[in-house]
């Protein structure tokens, strides 16, 4: 049984996540040339950096020199900033000739990824000669936005819907002095190629409004923090600034004032940090103010500000989640659902084209599972980018294990339009569809369309950075999709354990491998069942509560009476939000027969006793898959416990106490959900199981 303390094994208070000195073992005991031009910025110190404290750490040897110089000396491996066009402004070539390994990009950042590109691959960097890989990321835009309140919020707390302890920035109503722990959080994220953040929490509260006026120098220490990363700042703003901060009498985006308020405010932002990247808006939504208010549209909201902006190179980064949240549940027209969509579907093509649309994966709110938003392909003549969300707002709260990579991918392999030929990824990256050539605007309008890969952060100021250690591998796996929406999530859930348990017991792996490459669809068994979402405890969305939201100004029901269930959103008898969709997935979706199993209560009001695809009534699935999915916690608990002695001692008590929450609340969840659906139905369990 291994005794040492976190303070022993990580070299700092935190844990190392995927960036344990050990991983750096193979190219820290290499002989190690940095060849690059003179005045090569702050991320090319940061190559530098990780060089000389990897070479220090295993013996290795380092030389830093211009491209001149490059041929002195014997090295095993060249890291090369100089002319590579192919590999655009973030990617990198990387390969092994003559016994040699080289990295080369283009630029600063280039060389960065390349560098962990390498760390990456371990050993096998070190091969036999090896074709040549040319990585560039698919989406110039991989971005983290962090819910942090500057104040600590009587509700929210420090950081809205974190699940990790406070801010890694702010703390009681300032930003920190200490930042240290910050360049290390920059460190992990520009190590997984992420390239902007967002500092505050989009519901703008009076304090976090005053980053933008008296609390620049802060953000600007922060940007200073993250640029030798990689990474660029951003803040959300909100769209009552001029009133609130300016003291105008409107907010009006047609008022000229009011124009002359956010230029002016730009104009100071960017003179504090002048490769700021720009603003995030949450406008009309939930209380937070915005156009609406002044009869004017969205389009009309996010031009404001984009115009003040243009000048500087900034972008403005406008959320689609508009909906009423003081509705009727007596009213049945109303359909949450389809609000994104009617709200900005219209819009199109009335957006400048430094505005990007930010649109939430499902159309309602980041639920286990949900539809892929429509409004994601419904948008041509827009810059669109898709919003995940890596803190588990609706997945656990980072006490249960949700490793949600595998859903993360089935979004952004959607092929979501064109004839079912552009998936989301393609979509939101740019990246060619093979219905470019049919496309409306011509084959090369997808890149113009790109927008982004965007997700809300699940960090805090824990010494596990994500409250459960195993959530670290949903921040790194967001990132590696956002470089890549392509890429495997299982290959990426292992990736991740063998960077952050390196050299570990053959059997650790399994086991870590074993508990979080099923724990979504586990996760999504033992909650609210085939689609229909929601069924949490209201405020917190922790814990099951299955009529919670049934008699809610918010939405989301699940109509649930002695017949059946579910939301009915056909076009043929329902809120008609199928028609939103392209072909096919309009006609797949509005067809009960066609509709996919896991997501008929989205689609469909269906009896008790309907038959799924899978064969197996409605009933008895939630039935069965609720207690069959308990049984797999006992056994995820157990295989964990088997772990005790083998992965460090601190990281093995968290996980055991999370899991003994997950198991206690997965237990609550399964017998809400079964007798709630029995005393509905009067249907009894074939299985003979107990309901209560
Ligand atoms: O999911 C909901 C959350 C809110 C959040 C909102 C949003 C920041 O419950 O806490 O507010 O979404 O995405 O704006």
Not at 335 to 360: I, S
Not at 371 to 383: D, E, F, H, K, L
Not at 439 to 462: I, L
Request: proline share 6%; net charge negative.
């Amino acid at each position: 049984m291994s005794t040492s303390t976190p303070q022993d094994s990580w070299q700092n208070p935190w844990h190392d996540a995927w960036l344990p000195d050990a991983a750096f073992r193979p190219l820290g005991s290499r002989r190690v040339l940095v060849a690059l031009g003179p005045d090569a910025g702050p991320v090319a110190d940061t190559v530098v950096a990780e060089v000389r404290r990897a070479t220090r750490l295993f013996g290795g040897s380092f030389t830093v020199s211009t491209p001149q110089e490059r041929a002195d000396g014997e090295h095993d491996l060249t890291l090369e900033l100089g002319d590579a066009p192919q590999v655009g402004p973030d990617g990198f070539v990387l390969g092994r000739r003559d016994g040699r390994a080289y990295v080369r990009a283009g630029t600063a950042a280039g060389l960065l990824h390349g560098l962990h590109a390498l760390v990456r691959r371990g050993e096998d960097a070190w091969g036999a000669d090896d074709d040549e890989v040319v990585d560039v990321p698919a989406s110039s835009l991989r971005m983290l936005d962090h819910w942090d309140n500057v104040d600590v919020h009587p509700v929210m707390g420090q950081v809205e819907r974190g699940y990790a302890g406070g801010s890694l920035w702010f703390e009681a109503g300032r930003v920190r002095e200490d930042l240290t722990r910050v360049a290390a959080y920059a460190r992990l994220l520009g190590s997984v190629g992420i390239n902007a953040v967002s500092l505050n929490n989009v519901n703008v509260h009076r304090t976090e409004a005053r980053l933008l006026t008296d609390g620049l120098p802060d953000v600007a220490r922060l940007a200073d923090v993250f640029r030798p990363h990689g990474v660029r700042t951003y803040l959300s703003v909100s769209f009552a600034a001029p009133m609130t901060l300016g003291g105008l009498p409107t907010s009006d985006p047609l008022d000229a004032d009011v124009q002359r308020w956010w230029a002016e405010a730009a104009d100071r932002v960017w003179a504090a940090v002048p490769d700021f990247g720009g603003f995030v808006v949450k406008a009309d939504s939930e209380g937070q103010p915005g156009p609406f208010a002044y009869g004017r549209d969205h389009a009309d909201g996010a031009n404001l500000l984009a115009r003040a902006v243009a000048p500087h190179g900034g972008t403005v980064f406008w959320r689609a989640f508009v909906y009423n949240h003081t509705q009727d549940w007596r009213d049945r027209s109303t359909d949450r659902a389809r609000a994104a969509y009617d709200h900005f579907q219209p819009l199109d093509g009335r957006f400048d084209d430094n505005v990007v649309v930010q649109v939430k994966h499902g159309p309602l709110d980041f639920q286990t599972r949900e539809a892929v938003s429509p409004v994601i392909g419904a948008m041509p003549r827009t810059r669109v980018a898709v919003e995940l969300q890596v803190t588990q707002e609706y997945t656990g709260h980072q006490k249960h294990v949700c490793y949600l990579g595998p859903w993360w991918s089935e979004i952004l392999r959607f092929p979501l339009t064109q004839n079912a030929t552009r998936t989301v990824g393609q979509i939101v990256t740019g990246l060619p569809g093979p219905a470019d050539a049919d496309d409306p605007d011509g084959p090369e309008a997808a890149p113009r369309r790109a927008g982004g890969v965007v997700a809300v952060s699940n960090v805090g100021d824990d010494a596990f950075w994500t409250g459960h250690p195993l959530a670290q591998a949903n921040l790194y796996a967001f990132a590696r999709l956002a470089w890549d929406p392509e890429s495997d999530p299982v290959a990426l859930l292992d990736e991740w354990i063998g960077l952050t348990f390196p050299g570990a017991d053959p059997h650790v792996a399994a086991t870590l491998h074993r508990l979080m490459d099923g724990s979504w669809r586990t996760y999504e068994a033992y909650t609210a069942p085939l689609g229909v979402g929601f069924m949490v405890t209201p405020g917190s969305h922790y814990g099951p509560s299955v009529d919670g939201y049934e008699y809610s100004p918010w939405g989301t029901y699940h109509f649930a009476d002695r017949d059946g269930i579910g939301v009915d959103r056909t076009r043929a008898t329902g809120t008609g939000y199928t028609g939103q969709y392209e072909a096919p997935w309009r006609d797949v979706y509005e067809d009960v027969a066609t509709c996919p199993d896991e997501l008929l209560l989205f689609f469909h009001h269906v009896p008790w006793e309907h038959r799924l695809q899978s064969g197996t009534t409605v009933v008895q699935h939630v039935y069965d898959s609720r207690a069959d999915a308990v049984d797999e916690v006992e056994r995820m608990v157990a295989a964990w416990a088997d772990l005790a002695g083998l992965v460090d001692d601190a990281l093995h008590a968290r996980v055991t106490e999370r899991l003994a929450e997950q198991l206690r609340s997965a237990t609550e969840w399964r017998d809400q959900v079964r007798t709630y659906v029995f005393r509905k139905s009067g249907v009894p369990d074939a299985s003979g199981r107990r309901i209560y």
